[in-house]
Each structure stands twice: as C-alpha cells, then as structure tokens.
C-alpha cells in the first residue's frame, strides 16, 4: 500500500481480554517496528521485525506480548490478559531495509483502552 | 543505554518567526543518525529531518534546519517562517548504527509546539 496502514484505529476491551492489534506495511518494506506510546510521551520500541522473524524483541515488556509477521508482510501484535496500564497508542513503522538509517514510515496508530 | 532528553515540554512561536526547538542525548557509540519527528493530532509520526554523525555538515529541509554539535551531544531543530501547520507535538529521536542498539529509535520525551497567527 501507500503508506503504513494499522487496524483497527480505537480498540476499547475489558481488562483480562485479548487483543490482536493488525500493521499492513508499506509493500516491499522488509523491516517492520512496534512500538508504544503513552500519554505524554515518546513512542518506546516493542519489537523488530527483519522479514519473517524477530530480530530484537527485547522491548517486549512481558510474556503477555507477542507479535508474529508470518509471511514478511503483516504483522499482528497481540496482548494476552490486558491490564489497564496496557493502555496506550501502538505505533507500527516500516522501513525498505533494516536500521535506522533512513527513519521509518509510521502509521497512524491504535488506540487502546484498557476498561 | 542510550538516552534523549527535550527539556521544553511546550514552546510557542508567532507565525512566520523562528523557534528553536532543544535535544541533547547520551550515547557512547560513535556512529548513529538523528532524526526530528512531527507528530500532529493524527498521531502519525512525520519524518522532518536526519542527520548522520559522522557528517559534520548540518542537515537541511526546506524551513527545517538542525545544529548538531557531536562533542556536546546536542542536536537542535530551528524552523524558519513558522507556519500554522507547524504546531504539533516534536520529537527528538536517536538510530543506533550497530550493536544492540541496531534498528531501534529512542525517542525524546517530545516538545508541543504552538504557533500564533
């Protein structure tokens, strides 16, 4: 696609439930990033896709977190037993190679909230 | 670990006036780039500018300029003939080149920006 696409934008769930949160990168971008933003804050580094497999997960913040990108396209990010503190902005970036040299392309996020 | 601090939480500027906006980071890598992100309402982050460390040059994009001082670690962003769509919310951020700090962003703690008209 255009740009980084994440679905869905607003996603309310109740504590304890489980949430699949969805990142369609840009087509032909290899390395793809998660990341989490609280209120008032800068985005913290999750997870690094390069291909299929992870790279670094060590922002990963508990076994709770897990994310697969099984083909090298979309990844899926998904939250087991959410707990309020969960709640936050889940940016997806991707990029055409690994690194940061280049920066990343960002979409526009989901936002969760954690009842 | 590698650190960016912004110590303006919020700045403000009049329309087509200068402002500049601070960072300063910590690492003790020697190769590594530096970017500004925008962040407007839409909560998409926006690319402004990068620069690359070893290159001593300061970058430049249109009304976007940045003064990168290595020895101090400082690498401000100075926007030219502010423009209304300029206000949002700024942030520092530091690309590791290798290591464990490869393919990361760590990112500063942001600077709001307001622009008057």
């Known amino acids: 696609g255009a740009g980084v696409s994440q679905t869905p934008s607003n996603k309310v769930t109740e504590k304890g439930k489980y949430v699949e949160l969805r990142c369609d990168p840009i087509?032909?971008?290899?390395?793809l990033y998660w990341y989490r933003q609280s209120l008032g804050q800068g985005p913290e580094f999750l997870i690094y896709?390069?291909?299929?497999?992870?790279?670094?997960d060590s922002g990963l913040p508990n076994d709770r977190f897990f994310a697969v990108r099984p083909e090298g396209s979309v990844s899926t990010l998904k939250i087991q037993r959410t707990e309020r503190g969960d709640s936050a902005v889940y940016l997806c970036?991707?990029?055409?190679?690994?690194?940061?040299?280049?920066?990343?392309?960002f979409g526009s996020g989901t936002r969760l909230t954690v009842v | 670990a590698q650190t960016v601090t912004q110590s303006q939480p919020e700045m403000s500027v009049q329309e087509a006036e200068t402002v500049t906006l601070s960072c300063t980071y910590d690492t003790s890598e020697s190769d590594y780039y530096l970017f500004w992100y925008k962040q407007p309402p839409s909560r998409q982050m926006i690319l402004v500018i990068r620069q690359e460390a070893y290159k001593q040059q300061n970058a430049t994009e249109n009304r976007f300029s940045v003064n990168f001082q290595k020895a101090a670690k400082s690498f401000s962003l100075k926007i030219s003939d502010s423009q209304l769509g300029d206000a949002a919310m700024y942030f520092c951020?530091?690309?590791?080149?290798?290591?464990?700090?490869?393919?990361?962003?760590?990112f500063g703690q942001g600077t709001i920006l307001t622009v008057h008209p």
């Open positions: 970036a991707s990029s055409s190679e690994g690194g940061a040299r280049w920066g990343y392309t």
């Open positions: 896709f390069q291909g299929t497999g992870a790279a670094d």
């Open positions: 951020a530091y690309g590791g080149a290798g290591g464990t700090s490869y393919g990361k962003l760590t």
């Open positions: 087509s032909g971008h290899t390395a």
